[in-house]
C-alpha cells in the first residue's frame, strides 16, 4: 500500500539530491524521470527517483551524454525502487563505456607529453612515433589518444 510520504514534491526531491528544480525539470524533459501529477497539477516523483537522478549525476560527471544515460535507464522500472537485478543490467551498458573512457584517460595521460598523432610533427621526438604523419591514415585529428594505437617502429 502506497503512502503519501512515499511520494515527493519537486522540492523535496531537490533538496535530496542536490539538483535545482530546473536541473529536475530538464531530466524530466528527457525521460529520466516521470513524475504523476496530483490533483491541483503539481508533480510528485517516487521515491526511486532520487536513485534514478543520482546515477544521472553520477554518469554525467564521469562523462557519459545524456543520450546514454537516457539509453541505460530505459530498463529501470518507473515507480518503483530499481532491484539489484535492475541495477545490474544497467551496470553492463555502461561497463563498456566506462573502460573505453578509462583505456582514453589512460593513453592521454601517458602519451600527453609526448607524440599524440595530430600530424603536426613539432616535436623533435614525434617523428619517432608518427615519421611522415603514418598516423594520418586513421583520420584527422590526435589518433593516438583517441583511440588508434601506435604503428609498430620500423628501422630506419
Known sequence: MKRSTDLLSIGQLADRTGLSVSAIRFY???GLVAPM???????????????RLSFVMIAQ??????????FALTSLPQGRA????????ISKKVRDELDNRIDALTRTRKNLDSCIGCGCLSLKKCT??????????????PRYIIGNRREPKTAR
Open 28 to 30: 524530466e524533459t528527457k
Open 37 to 51: 501529477r496530483n490533483a491541483g497539477g503539481q508533480r510528485r516523483f517516487h521515491r526511486s527517483d532520487i536513485r
Open 61 to 70: 560527471q564521469l562523462g557519459l551524454p545524456i543520450r546514454d544515460i537516457v
Open 82 to 89: 530499481p532491484t539489484q537485478k535492475d541495477w545490474t543490467k
Open 128 to 141: 619517432l612515433y608518427n615519421p611522415d604523419d603514418k598516423a594520418s591514415v586513421h583520420g584527422a585529428g
